[in-house]
Nanobody
Framework: QVQLVESGGGLVQTGESLRLSCVAS????????MSWYRQAPGKQRELVAS???????NYADSLKGRFTISRDIAKKTVYLQMNSLKPEDTAVYYC???????????????WGQGTQVTVSS
């Protein structure tokens, strides 16, 4: 059973920083891409950033320069460093793992439960 568990969310003020973590657990051999998405109230879930197993990164254009995604493959963990936070960054942030290879599955995708980030003005 593969699980993704996010942590690091919370309530911060405008301009502050947060670092989110997402750990994948289970009998995982490899994960192709790990990503962060977010969903604000009343809006669709959107891609924040992704990172491949070869460390190629991709960011939402509006977030480049403020957010940084990184990954520790050995620890099956992905991080999201968020700087200069704004009220419009308020959302539930979800971790996603794509192309997960386990004993019984090859190429499955998984979502975490999400962690709330609230930025007050």
């Amino acid at each position: 059973q593969v699980q993704l568990v996010e942590s690091g969310g919370g309530l911060v003020q405008t301009g502050e920083s947060l670092r989110l973590s997402c750990v994948a657990s289970g009998a995982i051999f490899s994960i192709n891409t790990m990503s962060w998405y977010r969903q604000a109230p009343g809006k669709q879930r959107e891609l924040v950033a992704s990172i491949s197993d070869s460390s190629n990164t991709n960011y939402a254009d509006s977030l480049k320069g403020r957010f940084t995604i990184s990954r520790d493959i050995a620890k099956k963990t992905v991080y999201l460093q968020m700087n200069s936070l704004k009220p419009e960054d308020t959302a539930v942030y979800y971790c996603r793992a794509e192309g997960v290879r386990t004993l019984s599955l090859n190429g499955a995708n998984y979502w975490g439960q999400g962690t709330q980030v609230t930025v007050s003005s």
